[in-house]
C-alpha cells in the first residue's frame, strides 16, 4: 500500500513562496500521476497541478499557472510543489496524492493521500 508523508507548509507574506515535498513509498512506480489538491475552510477540494511520471507537462490548474511548478524526483519517489507569488486566496491544506498514470486531475480518481500541510498567507 502507497504511502505519501508531507512536509513544507508553513505560514508567509503575500508574495512570498513556500515548497512542498512529498514522499512516496510503498509501491511500484510503473507508472502513475502525482496530484497536488488543495481545500480552504467551507471550500470543497480542488486540483492545484498533476504530474504523469510518463507523459510530458504537467497539468495546472488556472488559478496557479505561472506562480506554482510540479515536479517529481522519480529516483528517490519524491515530488515537489514549488509556490511563488502567493496570495491570501491560496490559504488551504495541500495534499499530494497518488494515482494510477492517465487518470484525470480530479481528486476522486487518486487512491492514496498525504497527511496534508497547511499553507497560510497573510495579507
Known amino acids: 500500500e502507497a504511502h505519501l508523508v508531507e512536509s513544507g507548509g508553513g505560514l508567509v507574506q503575500a508574495g512570498g513562496s513556500l515548497r512542498l515535498s512529498c514522499a512516496a513509498s510503498g509501491f511500484t512506480p510503473t507508472g502513475y500521476e502525482i496530484g497536488w489538491f488543495r481545500q480552504a475552510p467551507g471550500k470543497e477540494r480542488e486540483a492545484v497541478a498533476c504530474v504523469s511520471s510518463i507523459e510530458d507537462g504537467p497539468y495546472y490548474a488556472d488559478f496557479v499557472r505561472d506562480r506554482f511548478t510540479a515536479s517529481n524526483d522519480f529516483a528517490t519517489k519524491t515530488a515537489y510543489l514549488q509556490m511563488n507569488s502567493l496570495k491570501p486566496e491560496d490559504t488551504a491544506v495541500y495534499y499530494c496524492?497518488?494515482?494510477?498514470?492517465?487518470?484525470?486531475?480530479?481528486?476522486?480518481?487518486?487512491?492514496?493521500w498525504g497527511q496534508g500541510s497547511q499553507v497560510t498567507v497573510s495579507s
Open positions: 496524492a497518488l494515482a494510477n498514470r492517465g487518470v484525470p486531475c480530479i481528486a476522486r480518481y487518486f487512491d492514496s
